[in-house]
């Protein structure tokens, strides 16, 4: 009965939405949007921790962007001979050096500078998170809202793949994944293992939201009107499904940092010489011995970097979770 | 009663299903990628003689077709047969991955109870003086250690318990060349070897559980019969262990269901840095070591445990719900 009256609907839907893009209520509903957003920053801003991760972040998105800048500045105050990259050789090949005054963190043992190294390793660690979360949040829509919309056997068939990857420990499809799948190991490969791996908690939480919505009052009342599966998706779905996902996407990002960090560190991450990140820097820490030579400071700074800006990411989330989930709010 | 069967039927063939299809991905990773499943099957060491090579294509049908392939597989599966090693020829490699799941077993095991049973006190604890220094604290502990690479904890562990103050070993599970026997002097070494890797494997994961058991406790806190409860006059610790913390208990038990997935995550990384000889250990020596029958086995053998895990857990949850087991 619903399908026969779908086509139709969704037909009749996008003409009329394709109009409305051009015309007054389109800013009317940007202005709602803006309101809207407002009042979430108004919340937010209340959140002590959620600020307090959200200054973390922002201040490790500026060492990603700004990472030549920043390391200019750092040379001109410490009054070293140059700018440091991350692959520029600065002591011979060996087990690496103390920190000194030309190098704050001391040298790896490639002979390049790790506070240099530190700084530029955040661009890729932020790059994999956030990419490997887009692919693992839209897979994991997709799958959620098709489950949840269509239910049946269709909804049957999905759950129980969902149900595979999330039983399985990350790690080791992750492992499996990254050995099996061809081509080297390339940042992009990296990001599609974490992506494939990550999705399953996503496509439950959008699937459980879907089937709660499905049976209000509102969608059965557009129904009525003869409004088509496309638009009841588009128009009270999709709406009211985003905000869940967008605060489980921040902690996502979280995890998928985690994942790329530790897959770097067993040697499955990426891996070139023209790529750095934490995890590749922590590798390099067992392999020279960094430990047992008294080189505390290259173990100690890279980890702390991923902790913080897993905490960022953390608390953010958390702070978005509160906000939109209205359960949580009345604590 | 009926229910409580029904539900109980269905977490059970769910959990066959499951199972079922990880057997198909673990068909379809090592023979379905592109380029040729020989390159997976048999041992590409120009060393090993070409015959046996020869014999290993027969053996599995790897030029047969798919379906025919898939068949011999399936077979194989349910012999627990997934070939021998290519590093240890001559050791079937299940073999081999069973000798490493011991330890892993010991670990997470040891862990796991460690990390519940305090979790939930700190949970508890912090529920009850809500906005204390206490529960202000164990909020940033557990945000803390949640969100600390499990590999790094691990190094910095070696960095202060094996280097700044050398008091516990930081390789192997067991003194150099002995084995595991019933005996005090073995247990106790067992014991010294565990403490690094399950501290480490246990402060990473203690906080989800704090959380949760925090949580759930303020959400029943607010329910009317702990007010009737109050009313009745009782003391507060009876209203807090006959009234509370039994219903706050199901939120944690669905957790547990949900956090074995990341505890054997956590236990790969453990063993890794502290080359304690479990089954991650073994895994991640297989993939540097292309030692493709190995990883078939393990990943094979963490699947079928984790899924029996899981389904314990569900079950054990059914059991707890009298919602589910009467409604």
Redesign the interface.
Known sequence: MIEIGATEGANRHNRHSLASLLSGPTREKLGLLKKKTMMTWAVFRKNKLGMAGLIILIGFLVMAVFAAQIMWILSVIGGWDSAYGPFDRVERVGLGTKPSSEHWLGTDLNGYDLLSRTIYGSRVSLLVGLVATAVSMGLGSAVGLLSGYWGGWKDEVLM??T??F???????LM????????GGPTVGKVILVIGITGWSSTARIVRAQVLSIKERAFVERARAIGAGDIHIVRKHVFPNVFPLVFANSILTI?LSI?SE??LS????GPRSVDVVTWGNM?ED??TGDA??NDL?LW??VP?LC???V??GF??VGYALDEIFNPKLRR? | MKRGTRVLARKVL?SF??LL??IV?NFM??RM???DPVN?MVPQDPRIPHEYKLELIEEYGLRDPLHEQFITYIFDVFTLDFGDSFIQRQTPAMDYVLEYLKWTLILTGTSSILMIVIGMFMGIYAAWKRGSMFDTGSMAFS??F???????LA??F??LFA?MWPVFPTDSALAYGTTLEFNLDSILDMLYHLVLPAVTLTLVSIGAFALIMR?SL?DVMTEEYITTAKAKGLTDSDVLRHHAVPNAMLPMIALIA?D???I??GA??VE?VFNYPGIGWA??LA??DNDWPV?QAA?FI??VA??IA?LLADLLLVYMDPRVKLG
């Open positions: 129980r793949i149900d595979v999330l039983v399985l420990p990350w790690l080791v492992i499996v994944l990254a050995a099996v799948l061809p979280a985690l960090s530790t560190f067993i040697r499955l922590l820490a067992v430990i047992i505390y173990v100690i980890g991923i902790v913080f897993v905490l953390t608390f604590r | 769910n299903i499951t299809l990880v991905i990773l090592f990628m592109p380029g997976f945000l803390f949640y969100a600390m690479p499990t590999f790094w190094m910095m070696i960095l280097i949580g303020i949900i074995i997935a990341y054997v995550g790969f990384q890794y895994t991640i993939v540097y990883l990943f963490i699947a984790v899924i899981n």
